[in-house]
């Protein structure tokens, strides 16, 4: 039943302006499944939903797939905005932003949480990204260069 409710939750989610609590408990009780307010908290801390922006400019539940696919389209065009150049220095690459803007590019490639990427340290207009060998550089340096065009 479980399972099955959690299905249902996503599928809700994915396909509706859910606001509140009280309404992912409508929809799920106008699909015949009988929930508490406390069930639904507790299915929401599970499937590990998130409030995000609508469009409307209000806030609604959304998987945290989507959330990260928002995101990361929205880091992508911040990213492309305020990096100006990349090079890479053995298995680092040092990039280079608009001034004040490195912090912001940071963000941006943390968030996307590719596995190759050790760290990175921001300072004001350069990013130093760590990777754990020279041919891992290389194609994180080829991925960074097709964001910025």
Excluded: C
């Amino acid at each position: 039943m479980k399972a099955a409710r959690h299905a249902m939750i996503q599928e809700i989610v994915e396909n509706n302006e859910i606001k509140t609590q009280e309404e992912l408990a409508q929809a799920l009780r106008a699909r015949g499944v009988s929930v508490t307010q406390a069930t639904v908290s507790r299915d929401i801390k599970a499937l590990r939903l998130l409030k995000v922006l609508s469009k409307d400019g209000g806030y609604k539940y959304a998987t945290a797939d989507k959330a990260q696919s928002g995101m990361a389209e929205r880091f992508i065009r911040i990213f492309h905005d305020s990096v100006l150049s990349v090079a890479q220095a053995n298995n680092l690459l040092v990039l280079k932003t608009i001034s004040g803007s490195a912090h912001v590019a940071g963000e941006a490639i943390d968030t996307l949480h590719w596995p190759e990427i050790v760290g990175t340290i921001s300072g004001d207009n350069t990013i130093l990204v760590i990777l754990p060998d020279e041919t891992v550089a290389k194609s994180i340096h080829e991925r960074f260069l097709g964001m910025m065009h």
